[in-house]
């Protein structure tokens, strides 16, 4: 027999031990470890698709025009024409998603119109403001503006 | 010898088609579940933001819509997007007047404030999805990141709620969900604008004071108004590498 194996039994024995070691490390980084974790950076990967799963509220303006035709050729031309039908009328994905029930209620104009349009130092001066207890402040401002074209010929 | 190399041929022939294959299935396997939104590629895009101050109104649609869309506690500290106002005299740019009640939820009503010799404007304010963002750094446990498309979210299954993010964040735009103990803040609508929607802020921005863009899409509208505008970001001694640039931002803002 060469020297070298001649005691090799010790050897053995540590090589054991540190291969079960080894294992033992790797099943427990298995179990603690999440699926795809490290996949893009230090984070699991799933978190994206959890955060992506959350349902949309606010269906959108292109959800809006495919019914309600009417409405956008009232707003052609109008300084309304690009808000967003939500920006007003709330979140509307229900009634997309319900194709047209769960309708929502209409706003009140004594509400809705001063948060844009009360009179503020703080708003751009080119924006149109009116102080809204002067503005007429008894009948509802649709009244006499339409909300979705505004302007009074 | 023709044998041999024939032999050769085939058996690294297996070798590799084997190992290709093996390769491929082991993507599927670390991939784990499909992805909910099949057409979207997160290399595809990096957002960010443009607000416009010079056109916000602070009519608050922006932080109703965010609560309403993210289901944000509607208590008043709880915000993944506020409006901010600020008065300054025009000689003491150190110590502009702020104040966001209830952060905007309500409007701006009252005009008592108002004073003639002192500029006033409203500033919005959000995550600003920074590249190199100083609360993905301390995260001890890698439940917030910056995603591929460049959008900084939280893995709330992961989060300890240890609120170093909250206090790392220079922008102050974190806090803690009191509901589940995780930290939480704006995703970007990560949910929207992964299905080709726009944020709810916004969406129902009447004055489209703020406008997302995909700074890797050439043909988005964001590179015109970056390009025709002179934009800022917050706090850029940070660099945070922000990605929501304000047009019209006064030297005042914090």
Not at chain 1, 105 to 126: E, F, I, M, Q
Not at chain 2, 175 to 195: E, G, S, V, W
Request: charged share 25%; net charge positive; proline share 7%.
């Amino acid at each position: 027999m060469s020297g070298w194996l001649r005691d090799k039994a010790h050897l053995v024995r540590m090589a054991v031990l540190f291969a079960l070691g080894i294992a033992a490390f790797l099943a427990f980084r298995a179990v603690m470890v999440p699926e795809g974790f490290g996949r893009y950076g230090h984070y699991r990967a799933g978190a994206l698709d959890d955060v992506r799963a959350r349902p949309v509220r606010y269906a959108g303006r292109a959800a809006c025009v495919d019914c309600h035709s009417d409405v956008v050729a009232a707003r052609h031309g109008s300084r309304h024409e690009r808000i967003g039908c939500e920006a007003c009328h709330g979140p509307l994905m229900a009634h997309v998603a319900a194709q047209g029930g769960e309708k929502p209620t209409r706003p009140d104009s004594r509400v809705l119109c001063p948060r844009c349009h009360a009179a503020s130092p703080w708003k751009p001066k080119t924006y149109p403001q009116v102080v809204v207890a002067e503005h007429s402040p008894d009948g509802p401002c649709t009244a006499c503006h339409k909300a979705h074209a505004p302007k009074m010929s | 010898m023709n044998n041999e190399r024939r032999q050769f041929l085939r058996e690294t022939g297996k070798f590799l088609v084997l190992t290709a294959s093996a390769s491929v299935a082991w993507e599927a396997v670390l991939a784990g579940r499909p992805e909910t939104a099949p057409n979207y590629k997160t290399a595809d895009h990096w957002w960010g933001m443009v607000i416009d101050i010079e056109s916000c109104i602070g009519c608050g649609n922006c932080v109703r819509a965010c609560k309403e869309e993210n289901d944000v506690p509607r208590t008043p500290t709880y915000f993944r997007t506020w409006v901010e106002r600020y008065r300054v005299e025009p000689d003491d740019l150190e110590h502009p007047a702020v104040d966001s009640p209830n952060g905007g939820f309500d409007g701006f009503n009252d005009r008592a404030a108002a004073d003639p010799t002192a500029k006033h404007f409203f500033v919005p304010k959000l995550c600003n999805h920074c590249a190199h963002s100083p609360c993905v750094q301390v995260c001890p446990v890698g439940a917030t990141f910056e995603s591929p498309d460049g959008v900084v979210l939280v893995d709330k299954t992961y989060c300890l709620g240890c609120r170093y993010c909250v206090q790392a964040c220079p922008y102050g735009c974190r806090f803690i969900d009191p509901r589940t103990n995780t930290a939480d803040k704006c995703t970007l609508c990560y949910h929207r604008i992964t299905k080709g929607l726009t944020t709810a802020c916004c969406e129902t921005c009447p004055t489209g004071a703020r406008q997302l863009g995909d700074l890797k899409d050439p043909k988005d509208a964001i590179h015109t108004f970056l390009r025709e505008h002179h934009v800022l970001v917050l706090k850029p001694q940070m660099a945070t590498g922000a990605k929501v640039y304000y047009n019209g931002l006064d030297g005042s803002v914090r």
